[in-house]
T-cell receptor
Framework: GAGVSQSPSNKVTEKGKDVELRCDPI?????LYWYRQRLGQGLEFLIY????????KSGLPSDRFSAERTGESVSTLTIQRTQQEDSAVYLC???????????FGPGTRLTVL | DQQVKQNSPSLSVQEGRISILNCDYT??????FLWYKKYPAEGPTFLIS?????DKNEDGRFTVFLNKSAKHLSLHIVPSQPGDSAVYFC??????????????FGAGTTVTVRA
């Protein structure tokens, strides 16, 4: 498909476990963003990658959160020692360099028991 | 700190009538505003945008109005159709650099169009 894809679509984990969420951006999109949406709230910015520049990690809520991106393709968001407050939908978006419009994936619904 | 606010969590409108969604922001540095539409189990999709140099942008049934002095924008949908039933997010960005467009989102407004 031509859109942003994310996996898994749903993840249920136990408190204290580590999880990895994957995002495949649209081919050719150099910018990649991670957001999360908690129940009843808007989307919260987490981290931003642009080409080979250092990522903007200003939105990461704690040092348990980290993300990597391989070149201008796949990105992985890792949450270590998950807590119940990490339960949310994690959304990935990509855009062209200099592009204002971000294209979102379907999200990964994370539930921490 | 919620910089973008959508104070109406829901809106119900009859098919064929106008839907008006409102959004307020606090950061005067925001220079670009977007509306996204989201169906259940899908990611948000871009709907319409407006730059701070304009006060109106129209695309078919969708029009966005920007009032910079009031730090307020609105989305008008005319006429409303059943397929418009979705959650609508207002978003804003500050271009710290030419390639940094991270978005600040409102909490969303759920629109239900009644037949």
């Amino acid at each position: 498909g031509a859109g942003v894809s994310q996996s898994p679509s749903n993840k249920v984990t136990e408190k204290g476990k580590d999880v990895e969420l994957r995002c495949d951006p649209i081919s050719g999109h150099t910018a990649l963003y991670w957001y999360r949406q908690r129940l009843g709230q808007g989307l919260e910015f987490l981290i931003y990658f642009q080409g080979n520049s250092a990522p903007d990690k200003s939105g990461l809520p704690s040092d348990r959160f980290s993300a990597e991106r391989t070149g201008e393709s796949v990105s992985t968001l890792t949450i270590q020692r998950t807590q119940q407050e990490d339960s949310a939908v994690y959304l990935c978006a990509s855009s062209l360099e200099g592009g204002r419009s971000q294209y979102f994936g379907p999200g990964t619904r994370l539930t921490v028991l | 700190d919620q910089q973008v606010k959508q104070n109406s969590p829901s809106l119900s409108v009859q098919e064929g009538r106008i839907s008006i969604l409102n959004c307020d922001y606090t950061n005067s540095m925001f220079d670009y505003f977007l509306w996204y539409k989201k169906y259940p189990a899908e990611g948000p999709t871009f709907l319409i945008s407006i730059s701070s140099i304009k006060d109106k942008n129209e695309d078919g049934r969708f029009t966005v109005f920007l009032n910079k002095s009031a730090k307020h924008l609105s989305l008008h949908i005319v006429p409303s159709q059943p397929g418009d039933s979705a959650v609508y997010f207002c978003a804003a960005s500050v271009s710290f650099s030419s390639n940094d467009y991270k978005l600040s989102f409102g909490a969303g407004t759920t629109v239900t169009v009644r037949a």
